[in-house]
């Protein structure tokens, strides 16, 4: 599948946004009007990829979810690693379960942003990698929310 970077999202109603990661799936949801990114959940992938699109295509609905941002793992020169493979197949399986825009949105930083987050509340990264896959994805939804408003 070619994840078509032109999808666009409608600038009205809440966005999910998704930090895939190969142990866990970070979430994000903004408000109604795409303004402010808020920490949803973490997902476990562990429990397989068809009950996990299966929350994520409740979680769309029960937010009333109009487009969904996945992190797009670069490298910093701003090439693709071997992650990028995983995440496209992740977004061919979740184009299966759900009919919303999908947008594949730069997430360099986003975790380093969320690791010292983490390390502001005097906690260890370390003990708390949950918390750090659902603000990553909120400094990745941010970051898109942001790029729209100007």
Not at 30 to 46: E, G, H, P, Y
Not at 49 to 54: I, Q, S, V
Not at 64 to 77: E, R
Not at 142 to 148: A, C, I, P, T, V
């Amino acid at each position: 599948m070619n994840i078509n970077q032109t999808v666009r999202i409608p600038f009205a109603g809440r966005i999910l946004a998704i930090d895939y990661g190969s142990k866990r799936v970070g979430l994000a949801v903004s408000d109604a009007l795409q303004m402010t990114a808020n920490a949803f959940d973490t997902k476990m992938v562990k429990a397989g990829m068809g009950k996990l699109f299966e929350e994520i295509a409740a979680i769309c609905q029960q937010n009333s979810v109009v487009g969904i941002v996945v992190g797009k793992p670069l490298n910093m020169d701003g090439s693709e690693g071997d992650m990028i493979k995983r995440v496209r197949k992740f977004v061919e399986g979740l184009t299966q379960h759900l009919s919303l825009p999908i947008v594949l949105w730069d997430e360099r930083l986003t975790s380093i942003q969320a690791q010292n987050a983490i390390r502001a509340y005097g906690k260890k990264p370390s003990q708390n990698k949950a918390a750090i896959d659902k603000l990553a994805a909120t400094f990745l939804l941010q970051s898109f929310l942001d790029s729209r408003s100007r």
